[in-house]
């Protein structure tokens, strides 16, 4: 019975971490309180404390998921025996599916990180930076192997990942197209854009 | 003197609004107060109050004024003698630069407008939405005279505009490359993407 208590527990995390995204994603984290978070839920603003210890909590479980899950990614990539430039590929159809599928945790990741409080927030600033650079050296690997323009590489970096933050605008908008169609677009434009 | 003491009011407004974009840009709008504001420019929260009538009318300045900026050019442009994409390079370049030169005031107005309430929340939408509709035309006349290749142009936009956005992580890079440099690796990575 406590077995499946727990087990309760955890899912009714889930749901309150996956509530609280979305939440903070419409609304922002600052302007988001606990209480719109219990509407949202369908529950009472004491109830959550059961499950979660503070708004904070609930940020640093949707940044440190998303990190993780995106250098999982990258650590399969950089030790995968394929060119430059399909790494690249890989990495921004990557960030193209989270970005679709996981839209709102994403988001939150991307845009409300500086919420974060130290060491959490230090932390992130550091793994995010990390990230780019590892990003930036397999880019100056194609550059070196002439499959890559001669180009900036942290500049390619930030084109790369803020072009894909725009898939906001496509959730956003009336009349998308198709996820596959967005993707195969995103690739052709930025992929033969650092091509040599 | 009723003319000079006008003239001092418009400047002070403009300091105010000027310092409040920065301020909404670190802390983002709804996280911001009047207080903060006031303790930014250096005067009582109370005295703010003869020179604006409250945070909503900072935001919808900051945010009318880069629109009408844009649409003026985008104006200049679409009239303008010259290639698709030329057209499109021209604009790339004014993005640029405003991000560079203009950096808090545009950012704010890029990321903080859903926080204008109607009925400038609304008429700002439709404004942006139609910014995004006149670039996609400039972009389908460059696919129709080959200039660009076939793609999806509202994609093209979203990509164009969030690569631009991103120079927000090159504001707050230490290591950063210069401006011009900027500048040029944008245009080579994100032009040559879309020529055909």
């Known amino acids: ?12 995390k889930d749901t309150i971490v996956a509530t609280a995204a979305a939440l903070f994603r419409e609304k ?25 210890k503070s708004k904070s909590e609930i940020l640093q479980d949707i940044c ?24 690249i590929e890989t ?23 500086k919420h974060l409080e130290d060491p959490y927030l230090s932390n992130f600033q550091t793994t995010r930076r990390t990230y780019r650079k590892r990003l930036a050296s397999i880019i100056e690997e194609g550059i070196k192997s002439k499959e890559i323009k001669n180009i900036d590489a942290p500049t390619a970096v930030l084109i790369m990942l803020h072009a894909v933050a725009g898939i906001e605008s496509w959730h956003r908008s009336t009349q998308k197209i198709d996820a596959d169609e967005l993707e195969k677009n995103m690739v052709l434009i930025m992929v033969e854009g650092l091509k040599k």
């Open 91 to 113: 990495i921004l159809r990557f960030h193209i599916h989270q970005m679709i599928h996981n839209y709102e945790e994403v988001y939150v990741s991307d845009r409300e990180w």
């Open 1 to 12: 019975m406590a077995k499946i208590k727990s087990g309760q527990n955890v899912t009714k």
């Open 28 to 52: 922002g984290y600052a302007a988001s309180s606990m209480r719109d978070l219990a509407d949202k839920v369908g529950v009472e603003a004491a109830s959550l404390y059961n499950h979660i």
């Open 64 to 87: 440190f998921t998303v990190a993780n899950r995106f250098i999982n990614h990258l650590e399969k990539v950089e030790s995968s025996n394929v060119s430059a430039i399909e790494k």
